[in-house]
C-alpha cells in the first residue's frame, strides 16, 4: 500500500519570495507522484505529475517539482509566488501496475499556503 | 468541453433521508472515482469504478452505494444519511495518468 505525508499543514509566505511545500511518500513498489491545487471553493487542477524520466518536473503556474527516490521526496517549489497562489496544495501517489498504468491515486491531507503582500 | 459534472452543488439533508450524487463525464474515461473531502483529512476514497460494470469499494465505503451506469455515468448513493456523512464530495475520471475532478458536491446532514 502506499501513503503520503504532507509535512506541512499550512505555509504563510510573502509575495515575491520563494516556496517550498514538502510531500515524503512511501510505497513497495513503484510509483507515479502528483501535486494538485485546489483554490477555494473549486474542485483540483493537476499542476504536474512524475511519470518516469528526468526528476525535475515543471508544471502550470512556474511550479516544479523534484522526485528524490532515496528520499521518497516529491516536494513542489516556486521561485516567487504571487496573492493569487493561495490555495490549498495536495500531493498525490499512485502505483505503478503492470503494463504501466496507474493505480488509485493516495491523497496527502494538504497544505494551505497563504501568500500576505 | 464540460469535462466532469456534478450535481447537485449543494445539498442539505435531514438524518435518515437518502439521496443520490449525479456524476458524468464527457471524455470517454475508462475508470471513474467518488473521493470525499473533509477538512484536515484530505481526499478519501469511497468508490471506484475501473471500468464500466465494475465497481470497487475504496477507503470509506460504509454508508454508500454506487452505480457505474454506462461509460459516461457513475452515482453515488447515500441510503441513510448521518451527521458523519457531511463533507464535501467529488467525483473524478482518468484514462491513464492523472484523475480530471468535477468541481464537487457540498453536502450537509442535520
Known amino acids: 500500500a502506499q501513503s503520503v505525508t504532507q509535512l506541512d499543514s499550512q505555509v504563510p509566505v510573502f509575495e515575491e519570495a520563494p516556496v517550498e511545500l514538502r510531500c515524503n511518500y512511501s510505497s513497495s513498489v513503484s510509483v507515479y507522484l502528483f501535486w494538485y491545487v485546489q483554490y477555494p471553493n473549486q474542485g483540483l487542477q493537476l499542476l504536474l505529475k512524475y511519470l518516469s524520466g528526468s526528476t525535475l518536473v515543471k508544471g502550470i503556474n512556474g511550479f516544479e517539482a523534484e522526485f528524490n527516490k532515496s528520499q521518497t521526496s516529491f516536494h513542489l517549489r516556486k521561485p516567487s509566488v504571487h496573492i493569487s497562489d493561495t490555495a490549498e496544495y495536495f500531493c498525490a501517489v499512485s502505483a505503478t501496475l503492470y503494463g504501466g498504468s496507474q493505480g488509485n491515486l493516495i491523497f496527502g491531507k494538504g497544505t494551505k499556503l497563504s501568500v500576505k503582500p | 468541453n464540460a469535462g466532469v459534472t456534478q450535481t447537485p452543488k449543494f445539498q442539505v439533508l435531514k438524518t435518515g433521508q437518502s439521496m443520490t450524487l449525479q456524476c458524468a463525464q464527457d471524455m470517454n474515461h475508462n475508470s471513474m472515482y467518488w473521493y470525499r473531502q473533509d477538512p484536515g483529512m484530505g481526499l478519501r476514497l469511497i468508490y471506484y469504478?475501473?471500468?464500466?460494470?465494475?465497481?470497487d469499494k475504496g477507503e470509506v465505503p460504509n454508508g454508500y452505494n454506487v452505480s457505474r451506469l454506462n461509460k459516461r455515468e457513475f452515482s453515488l448513493r447515500l441510503e441513510s444519511a448521518a451527521p458523519s456523512q457531511t463533507s464535501v464530495y467529488f467525483c473524478?475520471?482518468?484514462?491513464?495518468?492523472?484523475?480530471?475532478f468535477g468541481s464537487g458536491t457540498r453536502l450537509t446532514v442535520v
Open positions: 473524478a475520471s482518468t484514462l491513464f495518468y492523472g484523475y480530471t
Open positions: 469504478s475501473a471500468s464500466e460494470g465494475t465497481t
